[in-house]
């Protein structure tokens, strides 16, 4: 199963691979996770705990980063076991590009699962996959921004609060 898609993140190049590299980070966003420890050199371990229609599993894996450049690029692969319930693994291409606003941050994500999860179906699957990715990139988004304004949703004026920063700008002190 293939995806891709793309962000404005309202934060420099540098603040959102900063993100991308911290094991804090990447805990906070990727949907279930309990534990991410290691660093990018290295690798991470990782355990997340996930249920895909009937079936619920702790997957325990290794995320590894690659093709890294900094501010600008770097592959995200991982994969994990989930016992009984099978095996999932994926990856993520992402690229970094300074816009006015911030970053275009752009993915192209691939998932593949195989065991009792993979008997669910591909649409089922397909569609886990890709609430997955949007969650981890929109949860990546809120780490660096905040959570969103709802005041943002009306006519810009000069009455609005000033943007709030989310928690990893602010341990950071990135802007």
Known sequence: MKM?????????????????????????????????????????????????????????????MANMVENQSLTISGSGKGGAAGFAKGGAEVTLTPSETGTLLAYEVEAKVGGKIAQLGSRLIDGFAKKMADQFFTNLQQAIEGPADPADDGPSGSDKAPAKKGWFKKVTGRS
């Open 4 to 64: 891709s898609d793309q962000r404005e993140i309202a934060a420099d190049p540098a603040t959102v691979y900063a993100a991308l590299l911290d094991p804090e980070v990447l805990k906070a966003c990727v949907p279930g996770a309990t534990e991410v420890i290691g660093n990018p050199g290295d690798g991470y371990t990782a355990s997340v705990t996930q249920k895909v229609g009937p079936v619920k599993a702790t997957f325990k894996g290794q995320v590894i």
